[in-house]
């Protein structure tokens, strides 16, 4: 299309109107220099010979209105975009506007159509009754939650409500113009891709849960709701979130208790270790499959030696102490993959997966002589203590734990009944 072609559609369209080819400007019609304060067009295009082409435009959008317009006339770019910038006019004054950017041709180059609306007007032709519009804003600055509405092609932001901006840290009317994109909202791409490809899709997203970063680089959990809102000239994206900061916090104080209500009701208080009931759970699965593939298993079972006397003789509180050194001994003695557990009293059972009857026994009296090795001195008293011990494999074809700890208890007696401080092996 030539440029009298051209000249005749542009001098009937309403919007303000630019034509330039990345240096001066080509063509501009009245609305336009209205818009910037300018009565002539010599008087706008001698202030673009003096201060550039783009000196209306606010320092802050500048570098991207720069490159867009630059990649057209090169021959970059071709596809109709839509944003929004502050534009300064000849009384110094910014206001927001809205940019449709188009690459033509004018006398045979390449040159860029600029449609420029004044986004008071726009609001203005779209909301005649403006008490309804203040009402609305009110609505949506009342919901506690973040509301945006941003264009379908770039993410630029076209309306964010007040909690977004006491929830994310953003001055809403600076924030007018930018993307989430380049303010880098999402810290998690996938996340972000997953909302746009859903909404490409045509499924609406709902109760969404994922995070966003704010302004001062804190990540914060949230719910999102978004979906598609067809309008002209462009779709946009609408965005409803959450902040679930203190629903996180209270699902992490919920799983910290239940934490710790499963560790008291796992382990004695006393030692940390497990109480009888959980050292059955453990050990039944253990069991069967070491069964299964023939690995041999032991049960050791071991009491401190005269503990009544001790306690009747010097208190609670050092049997206490004696029952925690005991154990701590035991605990550094075994592996990791052993089973140790407070069977009751001064009473310990220790289930030994991979482990024949004669490598228990040789570590039942390791730990034997080691405990011989622990004194107390409180009160210009030395105390000493020992243990006996009772040690099983568990027989071909039993599987019952309880039964194996019934046998090793068999073997304690025996241990006990034969002078204590030693170690005896059940045998059939």
Avoid at 29 to 35: P, W
Avoid at 220 to 245: C, K, N, Q, Y
Avoid at 353 to 366: D, F, G, H, M, Y
Wanted: some cysteine; proline content about 2%.
């Amino acid at each position: 299309m030539n440029e009298s072609n051209y000249l005749g559609i542009l001098e009937n369209l309403n919007d303000a109107v630019l034509v330039h080819d990345g240096a001066l400007p080509l063509y501009c019609n009245q609305r336009f220099l209205s818009l910037l304060g300018f009565s002539e067009e010599e008087e706008y295009v001698d202030s673009v010979k003096q201060d550039g082409l783009f000196r209306h435009v606010h320092t802050d959008d500048k570098d991207r209105v720069v490159a867009s317009h630059n990649d057209r006339v090169s021959g970059k770019k071709s596809k109709t975009e839509y944003y929004s910038i502050r534009l300064l006019n000849k009384d110094n004054a910014y206001r927001w506007v809205e940019l449709k950017i188009s690459s033509i041709q004018w006398n045979q180059k390449l040159a860029v159509l600029v449609c420029v609306n004044d986004l008071d007007d726009i609001i203005n032709r779209s909301n005649s009754n403006t008490h309804f519009q203040t009402l609305f804003d009110h609505v949506l600055n009342f919901i506690p939650a973040v509301v945006t509405l941003t264009t379908v092609s770039d993410g630029i932001y076209h309306h964010v409500n007040d909690t977004f901006e006491k929830t994310m840290g953003y001055d809403k009317k600076a924030l007018i113009g930018y993307s989430s994109y380049e303010l880098n909202i999402w810290p998690n791409e996938e996340e972000r891709l997953f909302i746009r490809e859903s909404l490409f899709g045509g499924k609406a997203v709902e109760d969404y849960s994922c995070s966003v970063m704010t302004k001062e680089g804190a990540v914060i959990p949230a719910s999102i709701w978004a979906r598609l809102i067809h309008s002209e000239p462009e779709d946009m994206i609408l965005l409803v979130g959450f902040d679930r900061t203190d629903e996180v916090e209270r699902l992490r104080s919920i799983e910290k208790l239940n934490k710790s209500l499963h560790l008291l009701a796992s382990t004695d208080s006393l030692t940390g270790l497990l109480n009888r009931r959980h050292f059955f759970e453990k050990t039944k699965g253990i069991a069967t499959l070491c069964r299964r593939s023939d690995i041999p298993m032991s049960v050791i079972i071991c009491d401190i030696d005269k503990f009544k006397l001790i306690n009747d003789s010097y208190g609670h509180n050092i049997g206490d102490n004696v029952i925690k050194a005991f154990s701590e001994a035991v605990t550094n003695s075994i592996r990791e993959e052993d089973i140790l557990a407070r069977w009751g009293g001064e009473e310990f059972v220790a289930f030994l997966p991979n482990t024949n009857l004669q490598q228990a026994a040789a570590l039942a009296e390791r730990i034997r002589q080691q405990v011989e090795t622990i004194n107390f001195t409180f009160d210009d008293t030395c105390l000493a203590f020992t243990a006996s011990f009772g040690v099983t494999q568990l027989p071909e074809g039993l599987l019952d734990i309880e039964d194996a700890i019934r046998l090793a208890d068999i073997a304690l007696y025996n241990a006990k009944g034969s002078g204590r401080n030693r170690v005896c092996k059940y045998t059939d």
